[in-house]
């Protein structure tokens, strides 16, 4: 049936991701509620340091052209 190693690998790889795809768990509401604000939180303190990073590319941009 199978030739060569590399096409039972692949086998075994489907069959794995075959697998892992129907064995969903549910998650408790607990569980949801503090991803979802995790999620939040990282949001956050994402945005907060995406403008500090614009703060610090703008002034070195101003000290630039003066």
Do not use: E, H, Q
Not at 20 to 39: H, I, Q, R, Y
């Amino acid at each position: 049936m199978f030739k060569s190693i590399k096409s039972k690998a692949a086998a075994v790889a489907a069959g794995t991701v075959a697998l892992a795809g129907s064995a969903m768990a549910a998650v408790p509401t607990d569980v949801a509620a503090a991803m979802s604000d995790s999620k939040a939180d990282t949001a956050t303190l994402a945005g907060l340091a995406l403008i500090i990073v614009i703060g610090i590319a703008t002034f070195k941009y101003m000290r630039r052209s003066v």
